[in-house]
């Protein structure tokens, strides 16, 4: 038979709430249950909690015994506290400590309220600036560190000339090749002046950007632009047998600084009899002056935007020739040569050049006779100086990211420095073009448009001289590897048969390509696709001289009108 459960006696209390006092009826304290555990409270006390079931029993540091934990209020202030109970302390929450957090997302969330918020988003946009820049700068050197890299904008890039189906390519040599090359030639003899020179104006190296002059047009002065087989002197040269190679000092230029070039060009190349002539097309990239050709910021492709490639080309050609004239003493004084200018008409008014038909040997019985020029003359301790004179042109700031109007008086070297970064290929050629010609000093000037939306109107902000052989060295222009470029591609261009070739610097590869063509390529009865009549620059004269006055500045002008009658 099972034994009964035993309630016991429930006391009563008459004079307040909760069992009476154990001393005042001792006799009833031992029929409660010894593991409930209870204290005196008054009406105005609020109740504790009674027992607590959920709670876990993972911890092995809490009690194994399930009534031990389900009635341990320790922690409540409704129960007197006793040593023992101090000793056996534990939480009813189980829940972990919170884990502190560290680190400046934290930080500003803590500071979100606090009156220097906005201070504190301030600085921390400018610490992600300053990473942005940082990144850019390792991106900057990592493209720098190999220069046969292709740019990532080069797969945009189109050939400067229609490659036909009929044509065979004969070989392509990688720009690599070209930096093992080394040469030297001996110093040049000149053969014949002709042309005459105006003085330089030294007033104008006090040109300052607070103290700028307005950019002039020079209209009536022709400019010529005449290939190597269409020079009568050179003509005449090759036929008293003087040399073997014939060119120009740009067609020169163009070989000597080829790995540092990214846009497309090229090179006709007539092999006659034992003679080789280095010419350029009729409306060739060669007669135009490129912009931001280096520059790691791609310039738009829209042929009708002012700042496409094509039509800063345009613009930079039309600056640079009103520009060499600018800067001289327009007086009638002028140090006449040998022969007149050998492309210009009785009566014309010309521009200030001379040309200098200079001899180089290249090895025993070969010889190189190229034409030079230099744009002025000056008299330097009663010795007569030879000039180049060319111009950058600021566009737009927002492209380069110097304002030159703010830096060329504080920091002209840092403004040097950016335009050899986005125009190394054009500074390079105009070195080697002074060296050829043996200038005694190259002007360059910074001419900049008077609003970056305004193509047509510009103004001189500066102008510096340097010496070609200092400013050589200073952008690492080595005359022994760029005659080494030269001597290579001549000895190739010997090795060919009698016939007409073309070199083309590959649109998208740092390479230079070698094709075969018909005889008849690139003249009036050839056919091949022609360029947009906006890109096409004046054919020569139908006198053989190939004679194009200032194509470059009439373009721009006929654009001028068309938009002022708009």
Known sequence: MVEGFEVGGVPFNPDGWGPPDSATNPTTTSNLPLNVPFAPFSRADKLGRIADWTRTFNNPARSKNPADSVFDFSN???????????????????????????GPKWRFQQQRQLPHRRDEEVEAKKREAEKERARRDRQYNMNRSNVNVPRREAAVFKSSVDIQPEWN???????????????????????LLCGGLEFYDRSCDRITPKNERRLERFKNRNFFK???????????????????????????STLMCAPRSIYSWDIVVQRVGNKLFFDKRDGSQLDLLSVHETSQEPLPEAKDDINSAYSLSVEAAYINQNFSQQVLIRDGNKVTFDEPNPFANEGEEV????????????????????????????EVNNQRSFLTLNALNEFDPKYSGVDWRQKLETQRGAVLATELKNNANKLAKWTAQALLASADLMKLGYVSRVHPRDHFNHVILAVVGYKPKEFASQINLNTNSMWGIVKSIVDLCMKLNEGKYVL???PSKPQVRIYEVPPDAFE?????????????????????????PNAAANDVEDKEVEATQA
Do not use: H
């Open 76 to 102: 409540d202030e409704s129960f007197p506290a006793s040593a023992d109970d101090d000793a056996s302390f534990r939480l009813v929450d189980g829940k972990p400590p919170p884990r502190p957090r560290f």
């Open 524 to 548: 009036n009865d050839y056919v091949e696709e022609p360029l947009p009549e906006d890109e096409q620059v004046q054919p020569p004269t139908e006198d053989g001289q190939g004679a194009e």
């Open 169 to 191: 390519m004969l070989d392509q040599i990688p720009f690599s090749t070209f930096s093992k090359l080394s040469f030297s030639v001996p110093e040049p003899e000149d053969l």
């Open 504 to 506: 083309v610097k590959d």
């Open 351 to 378: 521009a200030s050049v001379a040309y200098r038909y200079r001899r180089w040997k290249l090895e025993e019985g070969m010889y190189l006779v190229a034409r030079c020029e230099v744009q002025s003359v000056m």
């Open 226 to 252: 005449v290939t190597t087989t269409d020079d009568p002197v050179i003509r005449r040269l090759a036929n008293e047998d003087k040399a073997t190679v014939f060119a120009t000092d740009t067609i020169l």
